[in-house]
């Protein structure tokens, strides 16, 4: 378990020495990441510790959003000001996700062979 930890917080850090030293606008995660993603594509699959472990994490995924809701919480006053645009955001972004999700979707469905066929 801590190789498979080590092994992914060394692609975060790689991710975030890659952002920061060419002051890219994408997150060191999101590039350390994509990087995991190669390595383990190129190698065939992640090895079984390194499953193990990150299904380990995904189950309490929800324990990483319990700091974004205390900053709710703190910052209530900003959100009461500020609750408007916060909500057009929200519902902008939403419709965008679902309709770009929708096209992707279809577009995907138009390539893939129908079931029975090849």
């Known amino acids: 378990m801590i190789a498979a930890l080590t092994q992914l917080l060394v692609f975060q850090l790689i991710g975030e020495v890659i952002a920061r030293g060419l002051n890219l606008p994408v997150p060191g995660p999101v590039i350390g990441m994509l990087l995991l993603f190669l390595a383990l594509a190129l190698r065939g699959g992640p090895a079984p510790e390194l499953q193990s472990t990150s299904q380990g994490l995904l189950q309490h995924l929800s324990l990483l959003f319990v ?8 910052h209530m ?4 000001d500020e609750w408007v645009p ?5 519902l902008i972004s939403t419709v965008v996700t679902l309709a770009v999700t929708a096209l992707i979707m279809r577009l995907l469905a138009r390539r893939t062979p129908a079931e029975g066929q090849s």
């Open 67 to 74: 700091p974004a809701g205390t900053g709710i919480i703190v």
């Open 77 to 80: 006053h900003r959100v009461a």
């Open 86 to 90: 916060l909500l057009a955001s929200l």
